[in-house]
């Protein structure tokens, strides 16, 4: 069994669904669920996790619908304004039509900017509502999110290995930071988006030994398989991706088990 523990879905129709950016873009061209789906087939994955993306902001209505195309197969990680007085409320409807987690792109503002009441009343929501956490980050916010995991005992995802910075190194002190966040059981990690952090080509060599790392460390169990789809297919494939993942890193195989599946079942598909 594999899943997907992260990929984007979107389509070019403003009238239906209008475009609310709050990453800074609007793409030009479209990530529809059909194509995700051939996708789906083409490379035997049995289950996926949809990530909103940015350009529709806190607007999740396509996610969502993508998600009812198959409850089962597929798990909607949501976005609503984490500094607005109604997240809670928001995020609590959002659950009622399918959500099964959140994401917060701690990156797009100042670190001071997340001392805020309100910040601290979504986490509290999340906890009540036992609902898992994505996070989009850079290596300066992650001493912050070890904070937090301290205090909100629920799963806590980091997105793409936190973003490192390009070419680093495992002796690098952004790096050197995530790993010591495997000391918080709640804290989980994506072996993913390779090419934000890496200085090659794909398959981007440099960061295979940042990736093995972070699984020593976290161990299988706490880490996940994604393929940042489609922006994978922009600069590498999704196959390569895949295959990369299954045999290029010594991973044995109970290993890949975990990191492939078991890991996102046990945060998205438990009971």
């Given at each position: 069994m594999v899943i997907d523990s992260h990929l984007h879905l979107w389509v070019n129709r403003p009238e239906k669904y209008p475009w609310s950016p709050i990453g800074g873009y609007i793409p030009d061209g479209e990530a529809p669920l059909e194509r995700f789906l051939g996708v789906m087939a083409e490379n035997a994955i049995d289950g996926a996790v949809l990530v909103q993306p940015t350009p529709y902001g806190w607007d999740n209505t396509y996610l969502l619908e993508c998600k009812q195309a198959d409850q089962e197969k597929f798990r909607a990680v949501v976005l609503v304004d984490p500094l607005s007085e109604g997240a809670v409320d928001s995020l609590k409807r959002l659950i009622g039509e399918g959500a099964n987690g959140l994401r917060i792109n701690l990156h797009l503002q100042p670190l001071a900017a997340w001392d805020?009441?309100?910040?601290y009343e979504l986490w509290e929501g999340c906890r009540n509502l036992d609902l898992p956490v994505c996070l989009q980050l850079t290596p300066e916010y992650l001493p912050f999110v070890g904070d937090i995991a301290s205090t909100y005992h629920i799963p806590i995802i980091i997105d793409h290995l936190g973003r490192p910075q390009v070419g680093s190194k495992l002796d690098d002190a952004g790096f050197l930071a995530l790993l010591r966040l495997a000391e918080k059981p709640n804290i989980f990690v994506k072996l993913s988006?390779?090419?934000?952090?890496?200085?090659?080509?794909a398959p981007y060599r440099d960061t295979w030994q940042l990736l093995a790392a972070a699984k020593e460390r976290f161990g299988a169990e706490r880490c996940l398989w994604g393929s940042d789809f489609p922006f994978v297919d922009e600069h590498w494939s999704y196959p390569e991706n895949l295959n990369t993942i299954r045999k290029d890193f010594g991973f044995e195989e109970t290993e890949l088990e975990w990191i492939l599946s078991k890991t996102a079942r046990s945060i998205w598909w438990k009971g």
């Open positions: 805020d009441i309100r910040f988006g390779m090419n934000y952090y890496s200085a090659e080509l």
